[in-house]
């Protein structure tokens, strides 16, 4: 008969203790530990055979090797994150905060792939005429997907490995799957681990590509243990604000392919529409909006490979109480703060008694240094109240002492500028490669900058009246 032993899993951080406790000695959350009951384990190696092991077969480092294959998903910006399709026998973890639109994107990856090959959709969370129900409104209902309402493991693999199983299998979500060898609830630690465990290898075992919706936790990684993530061969986090349209699936982990990829969607009334052209889409607004005005930058941007332009908004206004507010939508209120001391100590400008608010406009998140410039243009645009020069783009990162960093993929974000129609660039110096020249390659006008104090003649006005510095506070 089969011993069992409880152990007590911290719900967080998977640390096992002894007994139940409030707090967890492993990452001092508080409230998580959990009782769980399972079957003994079988020892370790050895433990019960005196088997030998065999000799293995090394190989060299170099050699042939082939990539993998890939089956394409039917929509490319799903593709491109993945790092050129979906590679069979494969895991992808896909997470995200609820109601971002992932049961929405795999089921659309489902129908697109079920003309292809076989593909069934599991779901734990909904009925099947919910899913039939967003089917038709994405207007795939006529697809091939089979649909099951399921969360036993047991039953999905014994699914997975008959003969005419699936090639493509999305569970949604893992957090709703059990094994039934284990006592634990499902969503526990020990229940994701061994469901994801047992589907892997059905996966795997039968070269099925397997697509599992994770949830996230309040503080936004994947509930259930870290160990989910090294289980899977790729993860993806969904992302994006739920009061905007546009989303995207950025990749964190991938053994097939690079990591810095985004794919980017738009939510429409029916469903998800790729977006393959994402700087017009978060410029579009300033576009229709046609006069310039201050306070604004257009960064140029890079997301992995792929360059996005945004636009960063800056307001300085006299501080309505003592202590000056600064808030700060879609950037790091650290590097904020960084930015504006540097304005102040640098470049002398009156900072100290202004409330600053930033926003990035389209509800994007920004997190390269190379936005640094950008932020430092508009918020010198918007203390100066005069605009940015027409059509021009800025990016680079400001080092403490006021200096202009060069910033990685120079090239591709100027090419990305020079397509959607901008005809200069305030780049960091050292990295103008003809002065002030057009690149005759992008025909993009160069204002090459080596430090901060450089960018403030670009607004003062016409009259010399520099009404920024410290000195003098005219302006309010
Ligand atoms: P859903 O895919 O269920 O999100 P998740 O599985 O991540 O929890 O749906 C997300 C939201 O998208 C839902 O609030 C409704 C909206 N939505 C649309 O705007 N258009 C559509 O065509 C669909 C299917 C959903
Ligand atoms: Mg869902």
Request: charged share 20%; with cysteine; hydrophobic share 45%.
């Amino acid at each position: 008969m089969a011993k069992t032993v409880t152990r007590y899993v911290c719900q967080s951080c998977g640390t096992v203790h002894r007994r139940w406790t409030g707090k967890c000695d492993g990452c001092g959350a508080w409230n998580s530990i959990v009782e769980e009951i399972e079957a003994a384990a079988p020892g370790g190696i050895g433990a019960g055979s005196r088997a030998k092991g065999r000799k293995l077969d090394l190989a060299s480092l170099s050699g042939a090797s082939a990539g993998p294959p890939r089956r394409s998903s039917g929509i490319a910006e799903f593709d491109r994150v993945l790092g050129g399709g979906m590679v069979p026998g494969s895991a992808v973890l896909i997470g995200g905060d609820p109601g971002i639109g992932k049961s929405t994107l795999l089921l659309e990856v489902a129908a697109r792939a079920a003309t292809e090959c076989a593909a069934v959709y599991v779901t734990g969370e909904e009925a099947v005429d919910q899913i039939r129900m967003r089917a038709a409104r994405l207007g795939v209902a006529d697809a091939p997907v089979e649909l099951a309402t399921a969360t036993s493991v047991r039953d999905i693999a014994a699914s997975m490995d008959a003969a005419d199983g699936p090639d493509l299998v999305v569970i949604d979500s893992i957090q709703t799957m059990f094994v039934d060898t284990l006592e634990a609830a499902p969503g526990t630690v020990s229940q994701v681990r061994a469901s994801a465990q047992e589907l892997i290898r059905a996966a795997k075992k039968r070269g099925a590509v397997l697509l599992l919706v994770g949830h996230v936790t309040k503080e936004g990684a994947i509930a259930g243990p870290r160990v989910l993530e090294h289980m899977v061969d790729t993860v993806l986090y969904f992302e994006g604000e739920r009061s905007h349209q546009f989303r995207i699936l950025r990749g964190v982990k991938n053994r097939f392919g690079p990591t810095d990829e985004i794919g980017v969607f738009e939510m429409t009334g029916r469903g998800l529409a790729e977006v393959p052209n994402p700087s017009a889409l978060f410029l579009g607004e300033r576009e229709e909006s046609g006069a310039r005005a201050s306070g604004a930058a257009v960064l140029a941007s890079m997301e992995g490979s792929r360059p996005l332009l945004v636009e960063i908004q800056a307001l300085v206004a006299p501080a309505t109480f003592a202590a000056p507010r600064r808030a700060v939508i879609g950037w790091d209120a650290a590097r904020l703060h960084m930015v504006l001391a540097v304005l102040e100590a640098r470049c002398g400008l009156a900072l100290a008694g202004r409330d600053v608010y930033l926003n990035v406009a389209g509800g994007l998140r920004v997190a390269e240094p190379a936005a640094d410039l950008a932020v430092a243009a508009a918020l010198v645009s918007s203390l100066t109240d005069s605009p940015m020069p027409d059509r021009a783009v800025v990016f680079g990162e400001i080092g403490l002492s006021g200096e202009i960093r060069a910033v990685s993929q120079m090239d591709n974000r100027l090419k990305e500028a020079a397509k959607l129609g901008f005809e200069s660039a305030i780049v960091p110096k050292r990295q103008a490669r003809a002065g002030e020249n057009s690149d005759p390659r992008n025909g993009l006008r160069q204002k090459s900058i080596g430090h901060l104090a450089e960018l403030l003649p670009l607004f003062e006005t016409p009259a010399g009246q520099s009404g920024i510095r410290a000195g003098s506070r005219g302006r309010g």
